[in-house]
Nanobody, 122 residues
Framework: QVQLVESGGGLVQAGGSLRLSCAASGRTFSSYGMGWFRQAPGKEREFVARVSWSGGRIYYADYVQGRFTISRDNAKNTVYLQMNSLKPEDTAVYYC???????????????WGQGTLVTVSS
C-alpha cells in the first residue's frame, strides 16, 4: 500500500516562501515519478509540478513556473516543493502524487496523500 505523507504547509504572507515535503513508502521510490497538485476552496484540483523517476524531466504549471521548484531525494524517499514569491491565489491544500507506473517520464499521477494546507495572506 502506497503512503504519501505531506508536511510543511502553514500561513505565510504574500511574497514569502514555504517548502513542502512528501515522504513516500510502499513503493521503490527511486523508480517512480512524483508530483504535486493543489485544490483551492471551491475549485477543482489542479496540477502544480512533477518530476520524473530519474529526475531528468521536470514540468510546471504556467501559474507556478519560475516561482516553485520541485526536487527529490531518493535517499530519503522524499519529494519537495519549494515555493517562493507566494501569492494569495496560491492558497490551497497541496497534495503529493506518485506515478501509477515505474520508469515512466510522464504517466498518470495518483494522489494518495491527505494534503497540507498552505494559506497566503495579502
Amino acid at each position: 500500500q502506497v503512503q504519501l505523507v505531506e508536511s510543511g504547509g502553514g500561513l505565510v504572507q504574500a511574497g514569502g516562501s514555504l517548502r513542502l515535503s512528501c515522504a513516500a513508502s510502499g513503493r521503490t521510490f527511486s523508480s517512480y515519478g512524483m508530483g504535486w497538485f493543489r485544490q483551492a476552496p471551491g475549485k477543482e484540483r489542479e496540477f502544480v509540478a512533477r518530476v520524473s523517476w530519474s529526475g531528468g524531466r521536470i514540468y510546471y504549471a504556467d501559474y507556478v513556473q519560475g516561482r516553485f521548484t520541485i526536487s527529490r531525494d531518493n535517499a530519503k524517499n522524499t519529494v519537495y516543493l519549494q515555493m517562493n514569491s507566494l501569492k494569495p491565489e496560491d492558497t490551497a491544500v497541496y497534495y503529493c502524487a506518485i506515478d501509477s507506473n515505474p520508469y515512466s517520464d510522464c504517466g498518470y499521477l495518483e494522489v494518495w496523500g491527505q494534503g497540507t494546507l498552505v494559506t497566503v495572506s495579502s
